[in-house]
C-alpha cells in the first residue's frame, strides 16, 4: 500500500514494547509510523473503538500441504484462511510430498506464499533428507533461500547422533531445530495415548515416555552445543518439567503448545471419532492441567495450531488407519481465548505475547510488534463478538475439525498485512 492509514481508538496491545492503552496506530507506506495520540488528516481511517489492535498474529506450525497433497489445502487455501484467522505470518511444515529439504523446495513455498497475497508464508526445511532421520539435509543452502528453521515434523530425529550433528550444523547458521519428540523405541503403531482409555477402548497407545524421552535426549545434546532448539507441541506433564528444569539452566530451549492439547483430553476418543486422533495424542487430563499451569508460569513460549488438514474421506476410516490431524487455523483465537483468557490464565497482553513477539523470536523474523520502522502487520479483534463454529464456511479446503459447533469469544475484524487491509469480517 502507498499513502497513511489511521487506526483510532482501539486499545493498542503491544507486548514488545510494554504497550497496552487507547491510541492510534499510523501506518505509512506499509510501515509502522507511530503509536500514540494522532490528529492528522491521512488516506484512510480505520475506527477501532471497542477494539484490540495487536501486531498481526505469528502461527509458527501449520502444514498446507502443498506440493504433494493440493485436495486437502495448497498454500492458497491455507493463507486464506490464515489471514481471515488474524495470522499476518505462518510457518510451514516441510513434510510434503516430497519433502522441503533444498533450496529450490524452499524458494517454491516463498514464491507460491507471495503470489497469494494474503498472508507472509515462511517454511522450516527438513532436517534429514527424506526425513528419513540418516543423512543431514542441505540445511546451509535452505537458510540462504530463508527457511526459519529446521524439522522433521512427523517424525522424530531418532539417532541421537544425527541429531547431534544437526545442532552443531545450526549453530553455523544461526538457525532453531525444532523437534517433534517422539521416541520410536517404545513402539509405533499407537493411535491415542496409552492408558485407561485405550485398554478400555481397545487401541493400541503412545507413551507419553515416548515425548519424554526424546525430550529428555536432547536436552543433553542442547546441554552439549549451546544451539537454539524448540520442542513442538508439548503435550505431557513430564514435558512441562523438563522444559521447567532446562529453562532454570537457562538452555536455549523454547517451546510450543496447541489448542486441542489445552482444550480436549483423552476420553474425547472414546466414540471413535477421528476428528480427535491427532500426534501428539490428546492426553490425561492432568496433563491438560500441567500445560496451563506452564503457560501461567511463562514457560511456554508459543501458542501455535499445528493445523493438520485431511480429507473426509481418509478421517472417515476407522480410528486406526484414519491419519493423525485437526484443521483448527479458522478458530484458533477463540480457542485460545476459551483456554487461557476465559479461565484467567492469560490476560490478552500475555496471549497476544505468545502469539506475536515470542514465536517471531523463536524463528529470527522481525515481526510480531507495532515498533516504528516495522513492516505494518496488524490484527484487529473485537474480544466480545460470538459466533458459532461452523466447518461448512472454513477457507480451508479440510473440515476435519473437532470444534465445529462450539460457541467461542474473540473474533478477528481485520487483517493487515503490510500495511493493506487483506481480510475484513
Ligand atoms: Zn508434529
Ligand atoms: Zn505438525
Known sequence: MNGELLIKNGRVIDPANGVDEKCDVLIVDELFAEVG??????????????KIVAPGLIDIHVHFREPGDEEEETIASGSA?????????????????????????VEYIHRKGRQTRKTHVYTM?????????????????????????FTDDGNGVQDPAVMLRALKYAAMFDT???????????????????????????????????????????????????????????????????????????LPITCEVTPHHLLLSEECCAEYDTNYKVNPPLRRAEDVEALK??????IVDALVTDHAPHLQSEKELEFLTAPFGIASLECALGL???????????????????????PARIIGVNKGTLG????????????????????????SKSRNCPYDGWELKG??????????????S
Open 81 to 105: 484462511a490464515a489471514v481471515a484467522a488474524g495470522f499476518t505470518s505462518v510457518v510451514c511444515m516441510p513434510n510434503t510430498n516430497p519433502p522441503i529439504e533444498n533450496e529450490t523446495d
Open 176 to 250: 532453531v531445530i525444532s523437534q517433534h519428540c517422539q521416541d520410536d523405541g517404545f513402539g509405533g503403531g499407537g493411535v491415542m495415548n496409552a492408558g485407561y482409555y485405550s485398554t478400555v477402548l481397545g487401541l493400541p497407545g503412545m507413551d507419553g515416555l515416548a515425548e519424554e524421552a526424546m525430550l529428555w535426549r536432547d536436552i543433553q545434546l542442547v546441554r552439549k552445543t549451546n544451539v537454539r532448539y524448540h520442542a513442538q507441541h508439548i503435550s505431557t506433564a513430564g514435558a512441562v518439567e523438563l522444559i521447567r528444569g532446562a529453562k532454570k539452566e537457562s
Open 336 to 358: 485460545y481465548v476459551k483456554a487461557l483468557i476465559e479461565p484467567g490464565i492469560l490476560d490478552w497482553p500475555g496471549l497476544i505475547e505468545l502469539m506475536t513477539a515470542r
Open 372 to 395: 516504528k520502522g516495522k513492516q505494518a502487520d496488524v490484527t484487529i479483534i473485537d474480544p466480545e463478538a460470538e459466533y458459532t463454529v461452523d466447518v461448512n464456511s472454513f477457507r
Open 411 to 424: 473474533r478477528v475484524e481485520k487483517t493487515i498485512v503490510g500495511g493493506e487491509i487483506r481480510f475484513e
Open 293 to 298: 499451569e506452564a503457560i501461567r508460569e511463562g
Open 125 to 149: 526445511g527438513a532436517i534429514t533428507k527424506k526425513r528419513q532421520g540418516v543423512e543431514l539435509a542441505e540445511m546451509g543452502f535452505m537458510v540462504e533461500a530463508g527457511a526459519v528453521g
Open 37 to 50: 495520540k494522532i490528529e492528522r488528516k491521512v488516506d484512510k481511517v480505520i475506527d477501532a473503538a471497542g
